[in-house]
Each structure stands twice: as C-alpha cells, then as structure tokens.
C-alpha cells in the first residue's frame, strides 16, 4: 500500500493534463463556432424551403402524353416485366374510335404503382418504348393510409398538357418513326 | 337464273364434262371458271362457289385461284373491256396518249367503268404484240397500232355493233390475232378419274 | 446397312435416320437452325428461306427444311455466306413487318422477335414507310388477322389443309399483294382454327378471347387437361389475376398430337364465369341463404341421415357428372353404396346403351395405335362433334394410308376422306353390320387361326347370320352389294383394321345390335390386341371412361369397400340393384325418391321442360347440388355446395383409350369453393364415417389398390403425360392394346341374340 501516494501524484498529474487538454478543445471548438457566427446559413428551412433535385434525380413516376393530349402508354406491360420488385400493375384495353386513349390499338385500362414496393431503380423508363412512364421529381411520398401508396392510373397520369415544344407530335403509322411504323 | 350472278345448265353441264377429261378433278377449276366468266361477263361469288361446287374443291380454294389471274373480274366489268397495253414498246409508242384520248371520250381513267356499262378501261403490262405498238386489247381481241383516228373508228363500231368481235380495219395488219376459245380436250378413258395421288402430268391434254 | 445416315453438323456427327430433313437432324445434333415457315408436324415448303445451311461440296446456301440427309453429308450452319443470307432474309421480312411489338400480342414470345435477336443484323437499312393494312380484321368471332404482320410462312394454310383436312384458309392475291384470307364473307369456320394461332410465328394471327389480356411475362402456366371431351388433350393453363387468360396445348404425341380443337382452347370462359358459386349455401324457409361449410355440410348431412332413416336408402339417389374427376367419382360411389347404403347412383340421365361383351368395357386399342392401322371403320361415329381431336388423329391414320370406311348415313366430316363410304338407311346399321359379318363368313376370309386359338361360339354366329345375305342387307339398308363386299374384303385381308363407333351407338336397337356385330367383326378377322387392330367404343364425356371403370352405375361390378387394414375388404354391405339415372328421373317424377345429391348434373338443365320432373325435384325432403355455376336445381335445393373447377383441384381423368391422366391446380377456387373429393370427404365424415384422406393422392392411392384395372398407378407414374391401365406392375409396362394374351379365357363372339342383349 506505500505506492498509494505514488499512485495519487500521478493521478493528479494525469488530471491536470486533461484539463488542459479539454480547454484547449474548447476554445477551438468555440472558435470554429465563432468563425461561422459571421457568415450566411446553410440550414434550409425544408418544407418551407427545398432544394433544387438534380436533374436525374428519379422520384415519384408520371405518365405522359402526347401533344394533342393522347395518353404515351400503350400498355404494354414492359415495365412491368423489367420492375425488380414487380411493383407495376398494367391491364390493357383496346382503342376504339369512340374512346381513344392513345395511339394505336391498346392503351392501359389500369395502371398502377405501389410505391412501397418501388425502389426507383428507373428500369420502368429504360424500358418503356414510348416514354410514357417517366421518373419525376416529387420525393414527397409520405402518407398514412397503406393502400394510399398504390399509385393508380389517374394519380400518375400528368394533367392535359397546353400545348408546347416539350411535348412531341403523336406518332403515326403512315408519317414513319416511332414504335408504330 | 334471273339474278344473272348464276350459271345456266349448260355451262353447268360442261364444266361437269371438264371435271372427268383432266386426271386430277381439281384442274378443272381454271377451265371452269374461264367459262363461268364468259357466261357472266365478271366472276360473281356466286358464280365462283357454283364451279367450286361442280369440280368439288372448297370455295375459298377456287377464290384463291381467281385472285391470282389478272383476267378473272371479281367486280362487275363493262360490256368491252379496253386493255391498253404499257409494256415498253407501246409506252414509247403512245399508250399515255391512247390512255388520254380514252379519258376524253369515255371519261373514265383506268379500273373505271362507264356509267352506261358499255366500256371498262384497264392497262396490261405487255401484250407481246410489239409490232403493233401502241395496241390494246378489247376483250379477246388485239387492236393497233392506235392513233386517234383509229381509236374514234374503234369506239363507233363497239358503240354500233351489239355484238362486235374483230372488225376489220382496226385490227391492222394480217388476219389478226386473237384469244382462240378455250379448247378443252375430252375424257382419256385410260385415265382413273378418283385416283389423286398419282398425277400424271401433261397427259390431260390430248 | 441400316437405315441411318451419318451426318456433320457444325463439328458434331450424328446418326439420323435416312430420309430426315436437315432441321430435324440438327435438332437430334443439339444444333438450332432457325425456322419460320418449317414446322415438325407440316410437309416443309421453304417459303421463308431462314433455314439456309450450307454444305460441303454443294455451291451457295441451301434450305435446310426441304434438304434430307445424305450419308456423308457436312453441314455449317455457321458459314458466313448463311450468316449474311439469314441476316438478309430477317431485314427484307421486317421491311414491311411492323415494329408494333408492344401491343403484339405475340411479343415476349414471338420467333420472329427471337430469330431477330439471335440471327439478324444490328439495324435495317429500310427507312421507307412500310405498308399498311386495317388492324386486326376478324376472320371469325376467334380470330383475328394482322395482315402487315404476316410474313407468308403459310403455316396456317397448310395446317388447314394437311391436318384439319379443310381449306377454310386460303392464299389470294398471290403476287406482290398476296394475303392471307377466307372468302369475303366468309367465316374461318373450322372446328380447329386456334392451333392457327399457336402456329402463327408472328404475331398476324391472334386470339380475340386473349387480345391484350396478358404479356408472356404476366402469366403463370400450370400443366392440365381439357376437359371438354373424351380425348383427354393435354394443355398449358396460362393465369392471371386469379383467371385463365388461354389454353395452350401442352403436346402428348399419344394424345392430341400438339392438337386442340376450338371448343377445347376456347370452351374455358365457364372457369372465369362471374357467377361462380363461392360460398356454400343453406335454404331457410323459400330462400337460399350463405352458410358456412360446417353447417351446410351438418344440413346436408342431417337431411340425408333423416330420408334414411324415416324412408329407407332406397329413396335416396346420386347423380354424377362424368367430367368430374377420378377421386370424386370414387369417393361418391363410396358414400353411395357404403354411407348411405344405396345402389341409386349414376352418371348419366339417359338409358345406358348395350356394350360390347368383351370385358373391361373399354377401348381395346390406344389412339396412336390408330397411326398403325391399314384399314379403319367408322361405325355410326362423328368424332368432329363428340372427340373433334380424334378426328384429326384418323384424318392423320389416312394420310398414312389407312382405308377409311365410314358407315353413316349422315355425311359426317370423315366421310369425305373415306375410301368407302357406306350410307345404310336409319335404323339399318345392324342389318349393314350384320351382313359384313356375313360376308366375311361366306367368303372364307375368317381369320381362321385366332378364331381357333382366341375365340369361341362361332358356330352360334354362323347360324345367327345366316340369312344376312348381301342381296337381302342391300335391298334393307340401301347399300349396294358391292359397297359390301369392299367393305368387308378391306376389313378382313388390310389388315390390321381398326373398328371406331360411339359407345351411344348402343342406345338404339338397330345400334346396339351393330355394336355386338363389330365386335364379333373385329374377333372373325382377329383384329383386336395388337397396334392398329383395336374395338374403340368412343365415349364421349372427359371422363366417363373413368366413371365406367370405378363402377358409378348400379348393377355393374363396383370397387370393393377397403378394409380398415388396407387392401380389399369385399362388397360388405353395398346395397345390390339400384335404379339408373334415367329410372331415378322416373322414380322422381312419381315422387318415389326423397332425397337427392347432385354432383355436377343438373337434370332440370338437360330437360328444362320436364313439368313432372320439376315437381318431383320440388318434392324432395333433401337435394343436394354442387356445382361450380348456378343452375335451375339449386332453386330448389336444400342445400347448394360449391365445387371446384378443372384447373383449381387435383385429380385424375381416364381419356377415351384408358390413358389415366393428371390435373393440377392452377389456382385456388374461387371464395369458398372446395375440390369435389374434399366436399364429399367431409360430408362423409358428417354422416359419421371415419373417411380419411388429407390430399387427393391419397384417394387416388385408395382407387389404385380396390381398382384391379389401375392397380400400380400413383401420381407420380401417371405424371405428366399419363398411363394407359392396365399397368403392368411387374416391368411398368402400360398396355396399349388389351387383349394381348388372353391366359386361358376365350373371347366370345356375341353370346346372345341382339334382341336381349342389353347389359345394363
């Protein structure tokens, strides 16, 4: 038990190191802090604010149209079959000249999406001969209701478009391009 | 028949003979029909399931035949079909201009009839009557060389003669050629007529 | 030497029969040559040039489809002159093929899609507009033409032709505009039309029934059988979303020979049909109200137990379906005879018809025997109406060179590729049948040698046809004498022959006595129990064979009742006599039956006028039906069980030649629904009885060791492509013919005169 003083000195010595040591922390610490005090900030204010996403980035699916307000999908049914997590649903129906959908002779009488399952892999839009199912930029997909995350047709179609330069002329069999010639 | 679309006993009749002459029943589906048309003037369908009945072959079989012969009407044809010939003797010979005249004076371009049902125009790839370019052929007849006059001469003698066939003076040179009616041979008594496997080639035709 | 050719093909040499074509031989090679227009079962054309080989010491590329093999012969389907003639073959047939592959409903599993990927060029050089029809125009209510689609590989005109044996398809336009077509106005009106489709390498012919339902990708395939009639095709159930979206043959070169008739790939919408029942149901006072199984089953057996017990087992009846399978048929007529004690039990509402006397009561032959046969007669039989699958199997026999004779006096399907046709007068067939035995007597063309060794009571026939001269069979049935002679001389020197007629034939007088006549036809010219010498009696329901194998008929050997130990146990207890469906009709409209379970039937269906019949239903104390759809019987049911289709249970069905074979399920039955064993299980078990089985093998297994004919049968013997009993259980031999060694029994000819000879 004589190193009991021994041992007590160099506890003590121990302390006082670290207590300088801890100060020293603190002061660089606090200078970093006080470093920023001057400068804008970079927090954003989410939701009141967001950022930009980049432009690939693949959130919420949307179906697109064509110019004149046709419907792009033709319900085939490959993105259904390209989905890693089968999270697509499509059942299709044939145009008739009263009701037409979309070129050709078959468009989605059902789409869906379930959006838990999805893992926004993008293969849907590799995929799609028309471009009709494309990745939006909509990553606010948080609900309550489980059976609201089923995406239907109607929730992912994009509304009539007014007429632009981004949307392009519905193809057709006789003017040659596209999937139908 | 009163419909006009249907075959009278007699052709009936020799369509039935044709059906015995050739060593396969089935040949004489072309020969049949050949006759059925002169009958009518055009093949009804009608007309084509009645021979396909005759010689005993499906209809859509006798159907698929007729569709392949430029000469088999399936639409209803004027009383003179006049076949201007555009093969490369007669184009460079004027059949443009024979095709123009027609137009003018019957106001119908090719595949049209005239409302009156007198007069079909069509075109024929070549005729192999060459040294009469431009020529034509009405009905079963060769006509040309044409030029105007000669077409108008042509046109007044199918508009006067209820039953014209080869007049002189149009037809040209020589004694003309002209389509033969169709000379059908009769039966062979060596030939077994229900045997269909063992098709003797050629020897229908003595 | 032999009959083999040695062939190269790509570096692997292969022995291949002489005469084979050089698709055919690559394919034994392990090589693929890519094909549109070749198909196995098709004369090859070489109308679409994909096939091209080449081979040594031969100049250019060659049609390998319309080559057959030399010996010698060395072939490179990898030489690049075929390489570049293939990829130039691809680009011209997609110069004017439409790149409408999304909504094709070939798409995901289209040769043309496949030989493009696997044979074609990176792009096209083809940049012009192609050439554009209407979309799909109907060639039937079924069938759907695409005519840019088409690629002129004429598979469906020749399936037409060669193997339906019609024209209904046809070329026209033949040139630079050629299409194909059907008369304008006409249907494409044959009974097979839909194997067109599967023939289709493109996606030009379609299904109007399966247009845009599914991609091959949303469909999940299941094995299974038709169920439409008697000859037991083989087909792939494609499902989705809990529905058949099509049948598929599933080829069993034994069976439909790659084959489906229209009402079998067609006849499916019943399965899909919303009014599928789904929930048990119990009558409570004028209506029927949903229960659950425990109390329908407990109402069902209670009410049964109650007609038992207050009026005798006598005055209850079963009706069955035969389409229903094997276990439930077995398991009915052990709650028949066994639980409820009673020998009322049938499986058709109308009289039974007379049978041949040869034992078992079966076709003798196996439908690919049929290929065998030189000489085939056609009894009073339409297999285009009743086994439309067969009839192509005897046009195909014809081909072969088999003579066909055909004895109707209506102009069915087959008479027109008939060597002979005989017409008889109605109700003369025996009289005709009858005479050809006389013939054949009178002409010594007796098979002298099996009647001797095989036979016996030929003196007896000899008597009995005695005055059935061919003067007096013309002058009765119209026939003419020498028509006779043919018939009979072909029947008795081409031989082997094959005799085919509809088991209903024996339901008339004049037919049942033309049935015992060809059999005493088929045992004078000893043509039974070899390949292509067979008595088919043609039944005509999926599986009726099997209901006359597991005994569902009153007076007829039933299985016996198991022993607790397994094996036999005997007859204990099974009630004899017993009245026929078409006597339990009788007895329900003289209100002498009180209780009734239906099992599929629905008598009310067949005969929806029967006012007597009606009331007689009405006054039941109990009526039992299940079924897989509502029917006029169930409004007057106590108690309404919901069954399971085709494609939604296990089971076995026996086929027309006594080939066992499996169903698989496909799905779930809808709601509620039960497999009909099951449903008969347990209501078994709710009439007190210690039924046991927990799957349907188990039942199956049961049938196999009561059964003697299935003894040695399991599920996985029967598997995919089924077995035709009797199974030799010693080598595991299946028998195609019966009949082959008799043992010591002798076949008689027919024992009675036919005025008595009714068996049932």
Redesign the interface.
């Known amino acids: 038990m004589g190193e009991v003083g021994c041992s007590a000195r160099v506890q003590r010595e121990a302390m006082a190191h670290d207590v300088a040591k801890d100060i020293a922390a603190l002061v660089k610490g606090l200078a970093t802090t006080f470093k920023h005090l001057g400068r804008p900030a970079t927090t954003v204010q989410y939701p009141e604010e967001k950022r930009p996403v980049s432009p690939r980035y693949r959130g919420r699916h949307m179906l697109m149209r064509y110019e004149d307000g046709l419907e792009r999908c033709?319900?085939?049914?490959?993105c259904?079959?390209a989905c890693p997590s089968r999270a697509i649903y499509?059942e299709?129906?044939?145009n008739t000249d009263g009701e037409r959908h979309s070129p050709?002779?078959?468009y989605a009488r059902r789409y869906e999406i379930n959006l838990i399952r999805c893992i926004f892999c993008g293969m849907c839009e590799e995929v799609c001969?028309?471009q009709a199912i494309v990745l939006g930029h909509d990553y606010e997909l948080a609900d309550y209701d489980r059976a609201d995350f089923i995406y239907t047709k109607e929730r992912l179609l994009v509304p009539q478009p007014t007429k632009g330069p981004t949307s392009p002329p519905t193809p057709s069999?006789?003017r040659?391009g596209g999937?139908?010639? | 028949m009163s419909d006009g679309l249907r075959l009278s006993a007699k052709t009936r009749a020799e369509i039935e003979r044709l059906t015995t002459v050739y060593p396969v029943r089935r040949s004489a589906l072309l020969p049949g029909l050949r006759l059925a048309q002169r009958e009518i003037g055009w093949l009804p369908?009608e007309a084509?399931?009645e021979v396909a009945e005759i010689v005993g072959?499906?209809?859509?079989?006798c159907?698929?035949l007729a569709?392949?012969y430029d000469l088999f009407y399936r639409e209803p044809v004027g009383k003179y079909v006049i076949g201007v010939c555009e093969g490369l003797a007669c184009h460079l010979g004027g059949s443009g201009r024979v095709l123009g005249w027609l137009k003018e004076r019957l106001g119908i371009g090719p595949g049209e009839t005239t409302a009156d049902g007198l007069f079909t125009v069509r075109t024929f790839e070549c005729l192999a009557a060459c040294d009469r370019a431009p020529c034509a052929l009405v009905n079963d007849e060769y006509v040309g060389p044409l030029d105007e006059a000669r077409l108008d001469e042509l046109l007044r003698e199918l508009r006067s003669h209820p039953n014209w066939s080869r007049v002189s003076g149009v037809g040209g040179r020589g004694s003309g050629a002209s389509i033969p009616d169709p000379q059908y041979p009769t039966p062979d008594p060596r030939h077994s007529t229900t045997d269909t496997r063992h098709p003797a080639p050629g020897e229908g035709r003595s | 030497m032999d009959n083999l050719a040695t062939v190269t093909i790509d570096g692997r040499v292969v022995k291949v029969p002489r005469g084979m074509n050089l698709v055919e031989a690559a394919r034994l090679a392990g090589v693929e040559i890519p094909v549109f227009c070749y198909h196995s079962k098709l004369k090859p054309v070489g109308a679409c040039r994909m096939c091209y080989v080449a081979i040594e010491k031969v100049p250019g590329v060659v049609t390998a489809c319309t080559t057959t093999v030399t010996d010698g012969m060395v072939v490179n389907t990898k030489d690049p002159r075929v390489v570049k003639a293939q990829q130039g073959v691809l680009e011209f047939l997609l110069a004017n093929h439409?790149?409408?592959c999304?909504?094709c409903d070939r798409?995901?599993e289209c040769p043309l899609q496949n030989n493009t990927f696997g044979y074609g060029g990176p792009v096209s050089r083809y940049?012009?507009?192609?050439r554009?029809f209407a979309?799909?125009i109907p060639l039937s209510r079924r069938i759907l033409l695409d005519r840019e689609r088409c690629i002129l590989c004429y598979r469906c005109v020749r399936f037409q032709k060669e193997i339906a044996g019609?024209?209904?398809?046809?070329?026209?336009?033949?040139?630079a505009r050629v299409e194909i077509a059907?008369?304008?106005?006409?249907e494409f009106d044959s009974p097979f039309s839909g194997n067109t489709i599967e023939l289709c390498p493109v996606g030009a012919l379609t299904s109007a029934l399966y247009?845009?339902?599914?991609?091959p990708?949303?469909i999940r395939s299941s094995p299974s059988l038709c169920d439409q009639c008697s000859v037991g095709c083989n087909v792939r159930v494609d499902t989705r979303n809990r529905q058949i979206v099509r049948l598929l043959s599933r080829e069993n070169a034994a069976v439909d020979d790659g084959w489906l008739c229209d009402r079998g790939r067609f006849g499916y919408e019943f399965a899909n049909h919303p009014d599928r029942l789904t929930q048990p149901q119990v009558r409570e006072g004028t209506r029927l109200r949903a229960a659950e199984w425990e109390e329908a089953l407990y109402q069902a057996a209670q009410g049964l137990r109650q007609v038992v017990s207050q009026r005798g087992p006598g005055t209850v009846g079963v009706l069955v379906s035969p389409r229903l399978a094997n276990e439930d048929l077995y398991l009915a007529q052990r709650l028949a005879r066994a639980v409820i004690g009673t020998s009322n039990l049938d499986y058709r509402l109308t009289p039974h018809p007379t049978v041949s006397p040869l034992r078992p009561d079966a076709a003798s032959g196996s439908i690919v025997g049929l290929e065998k046969a030189r000489t085939i007669l056609i009894l009073g039989a339409d297999p285009l109406n009743h086994q439309p699958v067969l009839d192509l199997r005897l046009k195909k026999a014809a081909s072969l060179g088999a003579r066909l004779i055909v004895v109707d006096e209506k102009q069915t399907d087959l008479a027109a590729f008939a060597r002979l046709w005989l017409r008889p007068r109605s109700g003369s067939l025996d009289t005709l049948a009858r005479g050809l035995v006389h013939l054949i007597l009178a002409n010594g063309q007796v098979n002298q040698e099996f009647v001797d060794r095989r036979t016996e009571g030929i003196d007896a026939l000899r008597a009995r046809v005695a005055d059935d001269t061919p003067e007096r069979v013309a002058a009765s049935t119209g026939v003419p004498a020498p028509l006779l002679e043919q018939a009979a001389t072909l029947l008795a020197t081409n031989g082997p022959a094959s005799i085919v007629y509809d088991r209903d034939l024996g339901a008339s007088d004049d037919g049942a006595a033309a049935v015992l006549a060809a059999t005493d036809l088929a045992l004078l010219t000893g043509n039974i129990g070899r390949d292509g010498a067979g008595l088919y009696p043609l039944v005509r329901a999926a599986n009726e064979q099997g209901a006359l194998d597991l005994g569902l008929m009153p007076r007829r050997p039933s299985p016996p009742t198991p022993s607790p130990t397994g094996g036999e146990g005997g007859h204990a207890g099974c009630p004899a006599g017993g009245m026929t469906g078409a006597e339990m009709l009788d007895a329900l409209r003289a209100g002498q039956l009180k209780a009734l379970y239906l099992l599929g039937v629905d008598p009310l269906r067949e005969l929806p006028d029967d006012r007597a019949l009606r009331d007689g239903l009405t006054g039941l104390t109990t009526l039992i039906v299940q079924d897989i759809l509502p029917g006029p019987a169930q409004e007057l049911a106590t108690v309404v069980l919901p069954g399971a289709a085709f494609h939604e249970r296990e089971g076995t069905l026996t086929n027309l030649e006594r080939r066992v074979q499996r169903l698989w399920p496909a799905l779930k039955p809808p709601g509620k629904a039960r497999p009909d064993w099951q449903i008969i299980h347990d209501l078994a078990r709710a009439l007190g009885t210690s039924f046991d089985y927990a799957q349907a093998s188990d039942v199956f297994a049961e049938i196999a060791s009561v059964v003697p004919t299935y003894r040695g049968l399991t599920y996985g013997k029967v598997g995919l492509k089924g077995v035709q009993w009797p199974l030799d259980v010693a080598s595991g031999q299946e028998a195609g013919s019966l009949y082959e060694d008799p043992g010591d029994t002798r076949l008689a000819f027919t024992p009675v005169a036919p005025s008595t000879a009714r068996i049932v």
């Open positions: 033709i319900g085939c049914s490959l259904a079959g499509v299709a129906a044939e050709g002779e078959r001969p028309t069999p006789t040659g999937w139908v010639r | 369908r084509m399931d072959v499906d209809p859509n079989a159907y698929a569709t392949f | 439409p790149l409408d999304p909504v798409g995901g940049v012009e507009p192609k554009h979309k799909p019609d024209e209904t398809l046809t070329v026209i336009n033949r040139g059907t008369l304008p106005g006409r247009r845009f339902k599914a991609r990708w949303d």
